[in-house]
């Protein structure tokens, strides 16, 4: 078995199609090695990748988001969505404090993320921002004995 047993890293347009685009690629790349986890990282890819068409550059014409997807035989799988930066100086992404309100129409994305990963970060660079996710999976080996005895 390879060190890696997901590894994988694609571009999209910042746009609705390059998000069904994300979704279809994440769970091609999941289901054969996560189903247990594939609807909860399915529905992060989704949030993160609205997150960076609404509040980053990613979301302008001719804006790009990247998606990689890695994990060790042993895991976590982590799942980076690379922006190209926010619309506002120094806006960052972070929870909203509203985000349970049931009136409230947006707002919810990184609340979501935040119950389903086992942690999330954001990291700014120069030429723009990756939202990081990490998800406790089992290691294969282990899976792999307990679906057989």
Known sequence: M?????????????????LRQSRRRTRRALVPIYPQILDDAELCVDEAFT??????????????VTLRLYALWCGPLYIDVLDEGPLKEDDRPAVDPYALDLGAE????????????????????????????????????????????
């Open 2 to 18: 390879g060190m890696f047993v997901v590894n994988e890293e694609c571009r999209f347009p910042g746009d609705h199609e390059g």
């Open 51 to 64: 997150n960076a068409l609404v509040h980053t550059r990613s979301g302008t014409p001719g804006g790009r």
């Open 106 to 149: 947006r707002g919810r994305g990184l609340f979501l993320i935040s119950r389903l990963t086992h942690y999330w970060s954001y990291v700014p660079g120069a030429h723009g921002g990756c939202l990081c996710l990490a998800f406790n999976v089992p290691a294969l080996e282990a899976a792999g004995r307990a679906a057989s005895g």
